[in-house]
Nanobody, 123 residues
């Protein structure tokens, strides 16, 4: 059974930084694409960043303040967020897409999800 396990969530002051990690129970090379999505109450789960096949993609809300990286050997994906704002708060989910030849364009293309990690930003 494939598992995605997030860590690194918590509370951060506005303007601060946070690094989220996601490890998998299987080799990440089995996932063509991995990434992070965020969900807040009453809103749909939205893409923050995705990575795979030499490409990266960031959601519109990121505004250059996030960096996604991946280590196939360690089965880990990271999301570093800088200059965080209260709007960056939410539950962050690690995501994986198994097949395909393009970065996921929506959450409907995701095959596996982590359990989520809460991020709060204090103003």
């Amino acid at each position: 059974q494939v598992q995605l396990v997030e860590s690194g969530g918590g509370s951060v002051q506005a303007g601060g930084s946070l690094i989220l990690s996601c490890t998998t129970s299987t080799h990440t090379e089995n996932f063509n694409y991995m990434g992070w999505f965020r969900q807040t109450p009453g809103k749909e789960r939205e893409e923050v960043a995705t990575i795979g096949r030499g490409a990266r993609q960031y959601g519109e809300s990121v505004n250059g303040c996030a960096t996604i990286s991946r280590d196939l050997a360690e089965n880990t994906v990271w999301l570093q967020m800088n200059n965080m704002k209260p709007d960056d708060a939410g539950v962050y989910y690690c995501a994986a897409k198994v097949g395909g030849w393009s970065l996921p364009s929506s959450r409907q293309e995701i095959n596996y999800w982590g359990q989520g990690t809460q991020v709060t930003v204090a103003s």
